[in-house]
């Protein structure tokens, strides 16, 4: 099959390669790719909502090279909604003066046609556009948790469970995502009356408490060669121009991963059993969200 043209929310749309093997250890093809977004988007649009959106593409499958896309595809379609955002500048993104151009997902027409291009994970900031496309406070406050081996998931489970309490002496309730890739992710939603910097501020301060009580568990330093057999907590994607893979977002790993909302108390069985708390595929994260609805609300 080497293309199909579709029409979804009234856009015509032409669909390419669907029988292209994607994920070749399990065989996982565009086609079944697509399918997962269009099942899992009455949950994740409303996480995509009014949010510059950067890409990652994979388009010969996660065992070709891949690339970052943040600018709008050459050949976008015109009713593809965009908004330009102040840069001081950006890797592998077009410039527009002092501008990049961002698309935003405000549908299913949108995530069909970038989702066809071989866009297996969706990255988004911390902050919505207004209905300028101005960029708005944070909304949100996030930390990945990113294990150095030999630590792994229980170990970030382990420190995600500081970082809840943490936060919770801060007043801000915490939600885990399990990644999709290695280690966990944690939001916490804010009512967007503090900047980015602010906020980085708060998510360092966090961090580097952690790492002062738990210095042979945690460390808050970028340093890769300090992370062995440690948790890093990395406060840094809540920066201004920092993404975060969203909630509901395939990976590009061997696996169909998803970056997965879970409950607290799989991050506490997580904690003791190596078992309790893995990486979820896609066909797992449907299977929850048709039993319990969308867990990455407050």
Same mark, same amino acid.
């Given at each position: 099959?080497?293309?199909?043209?579709?029409?979804?929310?009234?856009?015509?749309?032409?669909?390419?390669?669907?029988?292209?093997?994607?994920?070749?250890?399990?065989?996982?093809?565009?086609?079944?790719?697509?399918?997962?977004?269009?099942?899992?988007?009455?949950?994740? #649009?409303?996480? #995509?909502?009014?949010?510059?959106?950067?890409?990652?593409?994979?388009?010969?499958?996660?065992?070709?090279?891949?690339?970052?896309?943040?600018? @709008?595809?050459?050949?976008?379609?015109?009713?593809? =909604?965009?908004? =330009?955002?102040?840069?001081?500048?950006?890797?592998?993104?077009?410039?527009?003066?002092?501008?990049?151009?961002?698309?935003?997902?405000?549908?299913?027409?949108?995530?069909?046609?970038?989702?066809?291009?071989?866009? #297996?994970?969706?990255?988004?900031?911390?902050?919505?556009?207004? &209905?300028?496309? =101005?960029?708005?406070?944070?909304?949100?406050?996030?930390?990945?948790?990113?294990?150095?081996?030999?630590?792994?998931?229980?170990?970030?489970?382990?420190?995600?469970?500081? @970082?809840?309490?943490?936060? &919770?002496?801060?007043?801000?309730?915490?939600?885990?995502?399990?990644?999709?890739?290695?280690?966990?992710?944690?939001?916490?939603?804010?009512?967007?009356?503090?900047?980015?910097?602010?906020?980085?501020?708060?998510?360092?301060?966090?961090?580097?408490?952690?790492?002062?009580?738990?210095?042979? #568990? @945690?460390?808050?330093?970028?340093?890769?060669? =300090?992370?062995?057999?440690?948790?890093?907590?990395?406060?840094?994607?809540?920066?201004?121009?920092?993404?975060? @893979?969203?909630?509901?977002?395939?990976?590009?790993?061997?696996?169909?991963?998803?970056?997965?909302?879970?409950?607290?108390?799989?991050?506490?069985?997580?904690?003791?059993?190596?078992?309790?708390?893995?990486?979820?595929?896609?066909?797992?994260?449907?299977?929850?969200?048709?039993?319990?609805?969308?867990?990455?609300?407050?």
């Amino acid at each position: 099959m080497s293309e199909i043209w579709t029409e979804v929310e009234g856009r015509r749309l032409k669909l390419s390669n669907l029988d292209k093997v994607l994920y070749p250890q399990t065989g996982t093809t565009k086609g079944e790719v697509l399918d997962y977004y269009v099942r899992i988007a009455p949950v994740l #649009l409303e996480h #995509l909502a009014d949010r510059a959106v950067t890409r990652i593409r994979w388009p010969h499958g996660v065992a070709d090279a891949s690339f970052f896309e943040k600018n @709008v595809p050459a050949g976008a379609p015109s009713w593809l =909604r965009t908004v =330009r955002v102040p840069t001081t500048g950006s890797r592998g993104a077009s410039r527009h003066g002092d501008e990049l151009v961002f698309p935003v997902i405000d549908g299913l027409a949108a995530l069909t046609y970038l989702v066809n291009l071989a866009s #297996l994970e969706v990255h988004v900031h911390q902050w919505q556009v207004d &209905a300028s496309g =101005r960029p708005r406070n944070p909304d949100r406050l996030v930390i990945d948790l990113d294990p150095g081996e030999p630590a792994g998931l229980p170990e970030c489970a382990q420190v995600a469970l500081m @970082v809840r309490d943490k936060l &919770a002496e801060r007043d801000l309730a915490a939600l885990p995502v399990t990644s999709g890739s290695k280690g966990l992710h944690l939001y916490a939603p804010l009512d967007a009356s503090l900047d980015s910097t602010e906020v980085t501020a708060i998510a360092r301060e966090v961090g580097e408490e952690l790492q002062a009580a738990h210095p042979r #568990l @945690v460390t808050a330093v970028m340093t890769k060669a =300090r992370r062995a057999g440690k948790v890093f907590l990395d406060w840094s994607q809540n920066a201004g121009s920092k993404t975060t @893979v969203s909630p509901y977002s395939l990976r590009g790993r061997s696996r169909p991963y998803v970056a997965t909302p879970r409950t607290w108390a799989e991050v506490e069985a997580g904690a003791d059993d190596p078992l309790a708390l893995e990486q979820c595929r896609f066909e797992e994260v449907l299977e929850r969200v048709e039993e319990q609805g969308d867990l990455f609300v407050s």
